[in-house]
């Protein structure tokens, strides 16, 4: 024991087992918690932080522990898990919200939305496994942020326990004008949703819902060489912003020539040979609106896509299809990773941006970098319609992590230099919090900080989280 338990016995629990359960996520840290709470309301959560708060112990919020940078495992003090908070609470039909507790699996927050025929649209590929409060602390996305935003935009209200352990409520202001105080301080849900554990504990929720589309259809669409892909790509978005070509994707999704090997021995069978690369594209159509397969044809063709092994995916069953294909892509990558972690290695993931339109070039100076470090990656793909892709890396030893952890930091830097990001969508958590001052000034972490001051004067929430 490092650190002092608060007295919350009832809640609290130093049994070597349970620690030992929540001491890993995605990331391939493992880090041994002192204790580990699983309160079941938020009133519990409320008095823990008290107790906490009284004593300094460090709490570090946990949902489905699904995060790709560390950040629901910690080796200090308590990791607080929200899973058995799961309940979806109530879906208004009239005013299109839905209101749920931060431990439901987003999943099943999305169900409980369409059973009424509305839509929650954040949908990383992680929603059968992951949380709506780790969705809400991560500003999670997915392939369909392309065309409805990240989960920010969706998040209308939060009830959150601060480190004290008061309750608040943040609503978004129903205001059109408003010029009282800086931008920074008129809207706290902004504060909340993307910051990590770091300031507060989501006990709850309420999310905007939108129109269920009355059909979709997913394309996938496999290409010669990878430039080829990302020139239909970068085509597909450019048609889709001007308003041309007949095309109006909601997402515009990649697999490089090592992940799309994955997706095709997936499928099984000897689909797309020539291909070394793969778009996948949805469409949705409302009402009697329908999706114009021959624009999307044409647009394919134009850039050399293999036409006669395009895929198309109507309906439900085979949308899931579709999304059980890319979903085996980060599951076996980090599957495989696995084998190397005895010896000292495992896998490293990174997911930056670039403006979309410099999204191949990005990639090409990645490859150029990680082979200057004598590393290569294990496979890349993503959500390429927001310039934004995943690059996994299989370190097989210590020796071989630290070359790539060089390689990724200078790739991180290159980024910045396009007007990128060292984090798209799974945050700074533990494993980025050194490359964070790559992107933001002093100034602005010094803001950061200010906030977190404010809200956690002694610090106790997530530390290692964001913060150096
Ligand atoms: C196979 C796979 C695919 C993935 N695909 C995507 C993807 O497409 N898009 C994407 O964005 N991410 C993706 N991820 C990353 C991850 O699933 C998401 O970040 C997810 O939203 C995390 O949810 P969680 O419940 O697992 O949170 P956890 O991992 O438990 O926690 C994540 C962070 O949120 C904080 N947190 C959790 N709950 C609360 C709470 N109630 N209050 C305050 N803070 C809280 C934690 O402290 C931690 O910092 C993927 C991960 C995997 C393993």
Known sequence: MTTPVPDASHLVTTDPDVRAGYAQDASGLRLVPDAVARPTSAAEVAELLREASATRTPVTAAGAQTSYV???????????????????????????????????????????????????????????????????????????????????????????VLADGRVIEVRRPALEKNTAGFPLVQDPVDWFVGSEGTLGIVVAAELQLLPLPTSVTGLGIPFRTAAAALGFIAAARSARDHGDAGVAPRCLEYLDPKTFAIARDFVGGNWAAGGDAYAYVEEEAFRDDAVDLDAWLALAEGHAALADDIQVFEGEQSLRDARRMRHAVPATLNERAMRWRDAGGRKVSTDWAVPYLRLHEALVAADAIAAEFGVETAGTFGHAGNGHPHQHFHARDRAELARIEQAVEATLRHVVSMGGTVSAEHGIGKLKRQWLALQLTPSQQGMMRAIKHELDPLGILAPGNVFL
């Open 70 to 160: 560390g950040g629901s495992i910690a080796d200090r003090g308590i990791v607080l898990s929200l899973r058995a908070l799961d309940r979806v609470l109530d879906v208004d039909p009239i005013a299109g919200i839905v209101r749920a507790e931060p431990g439901a699996f987003l999943g099943d927050v999305k169900r409980a939305a369409a059973d009424h025929g509305l839509l929650l649209a954040p949908d990383p590929t992680s929603e059968e496994e992951s949380s709506l409060g780790g969705a809400i602390a991560c500003n999670s996305s997915g392939a369909r942020s392309l065309k409805y935003g990240a989960t920010r935009p969706h998040v209308r209200a939060l009830t959150v």
